[in-house]
């Protein structure tokens, strides 16, 4: 087979450091390492993903067992195959990158899972400038229309020497990839930390074929030209480097294209779907990404979730259930998702006793303090809500803040109504998984502005996330919902969730290529 090249900023592993020096290596968490991985071989177990948008969530992988002989992981690498390029994320990645040659981690000693993994030593400043200001303070922002506007964005001399570091930071990954790729490799860039690499990876190696994967929403015209015209610009050729630009839905993809026509000189055609840019042309596609249901239900199977579905049964008696399962992330709209349920309390007294809501809500990107305050707002409404309604043989709400992998798959599995109520989202795939392990079949209330929604709005029940009255009235309505209805939707809801499973995902961007 020919080489394939995976790009991303969290890699298939990481690595923690003990206080006499000593590495530990697990495998990354996040959804799209855990997508990627399926598919590429880069882990020793598949791990479901929980939450396309989740890259700070864990997934409960054992550590990775030492690797066999490093004569037979550099046999293997020289092989055609797998390459996987990311980024060290903290002080033991760098320290694992330093101790292995030229970053090479498979060649290291360490058990990959088959895959060749190169990570970057990057400079801690040019990443976290890159990474935090950039990309998550200012292209999350953008792309997921977060920015109160009287306030932010504020785009002076500091942003500019942050996108100086963004710069760095992709030339590093163009830089790594043109020096191991062969000749007409594939190579697939993946989401908005690396914009600018497709272009400059073509720069460097105008052979390869180049795919590049948007895991977000694609802003509109209106609000991409928030951002300065030049930045904006570099980010769109960025991409437009790439011989095919995708995402997960045809909204995204379509406003992309949107914003491709402001471009000077660039040729969109609709029909075609196509970039015309400098005399390079860029093919725009959709790829919906579900779920691998045969791993997420093994992994559901096994004894850590059923343990903690014991404890979560013990807790909630025979009570109806509403599950959520998110980050604190400030586009999943945990805040309004908790005073619907207040309002749900106060406008259906008959629920008071009757119902309990579970709020797994993980912490997230805490070096940033809109996150800092948004999550510190979770509690506050939670604690609201507990001291309004809660009695001594009730308790309305459980806040669940600490990471806990195999306790979200039990929670899938009692819920009778799942929320998802994001402000926007690329796909979210808590949507699709937690109809995948219910066990009796849960109804889902679910944002119109989620990604999932092209697929799954027929057998959910929609709600505009802004609309807190009206997803108060859709959770009551999910409740009263019979339940042979709320079966029957819930497997319907299944077939779509895996109909897309991320072998397919991944492969159908390589098969673009062709």
């Not at 008696?317 to 604190?328: F, K």
Request: aromatic residues 8%.
């Amino acid at each position: 087979m020919s080489q394939v090249l995976v790009a991303s900023n969290r890699g298939p592993v990481s690595f923690s450091l003990s206080e006499d020096g000593e590495l530990t290596m697990r495998r990354g968490g996040g959804g799209l390492v855990s997508g990627l991985a399926a598919v590429t071989g880069a882990a020793r177990e598949p791990g479901p993903v929980l939450g396309a948008g989740a890259r700070s969530m864990p997934s409960a992988e054992a550590e990775a067992e030492a690797a066999a002989d490093a004569e037979g992981a550099r046999a293997s690498a020289d092989a055609p195959g797998v390459l996987w390029v990311c980024a060290s994320l903290g002080e033991a990645d760098r320290t694992a990158a330093r101790r292995s040659p030229d970053g090479r981690i498979d060649l290291a000693g360490y058990e990959t899972g088959g895959a060749a993994v190169r990570m970057l030593d990057i400079p801690e400043g040019t990443f976290h400038r890159a990474y935090n200001a950039v990309a998550n303070s200012t292209l999350w922002f953008v792309h997921h229309l977060l920015y109160d506007t009287p306030r932010s964005p504020h785009f002076d001399a500091r942003a500019r020497r942050d996108w100086q570091s963004y710069e760095a930071y992709n030339a590093a990954f163009a830089d790594a990839l043109a020096r191991d790729a062969a000749p007409g490799a594939k190579a697939a860039i993946q989401d908005y930390h690396l914009s600018l690499a497709p272009q400059m990876l073509r720069e460097r190696r105008p052979d390869l074929k180049i795919v590049h994967f948007s895991h977000t929403p694609w802003a509109p015209p209106e609000y991409y030209r928030l951002l300065p015209d030049d930045i904006g610009s570099q980010i769109l050729l960025g991409i437009l480097g790439a011989d095919h630009a995708g995402f997960l839905t045809e909204r995204w993809a379509s406003a992309f294209l949107d914003c491709c026509e402001m471009l000077p000189g660039a040729r969109v055609d609709r029909a075609a779907r196509t970039v015309t840019c400098s005399g390079h042309v860029t093919r725009v596609g959709f790829h919906g990404l579900g779920v691998d249901g045969t791993a997420l239900r093994q992994r559901a199977a096994e004894q850590d979730v059923a343990e903690r579905a014991r404890a979560l049964r013990e807790q909630v008696g025979g009570r109806q259930l509403i599950v959520r399962v998110d980050r604190t992330e400030l586009s999943k709209n945990i805040v309004r998702g908790l005073a619907a349920y207040r309002e749900l309390l106060v406008n259906h007294p008959e629920w008071r006793g009757r119902v309990v809501h579970l709020a797994f809500a993980y912490p997230s990107r805490y070096d940033l303090p809109e996150y800092r305050e948004y999550t510190a707002a979770v509690e506050r409404t939670a604690k609201q809500i507990t001291e309004e309604f809660g009695t001594a043989d009730w308790d309305p709400l459980i806040l669940q803040v600490n990471d806990d992998y195999p306790r979200s798959l039990a929670a899938y599995g009692l819920a009778d109504v799942l929320l998802v109520n994001p402000i926007r989202d690329g796909m979210n795939l808590v949507a699709k998984e937690g109809p995948v392990l219910s066990e009796r079949g849960c109804a889902l209330v679910l944002s119109r502005e989620a990604g999932a929604a092209a697929e799954l709005s027929d057998d959910a029940l929609t709600v505009n996330p802004f609309d807190v009255s009206q997803t108060a009235e859709t959770l009551h309505r999910a409740l009263l919902m019979p339940r042979n209805e709320r079966s029957e939707r819930c497997g319907r809801l299944a077939a779509a969730a895996t109909a897309l499973p991320p072998q397919r995902w991944f492969a159908d961007q390589l098969a673009a290529l062709d």
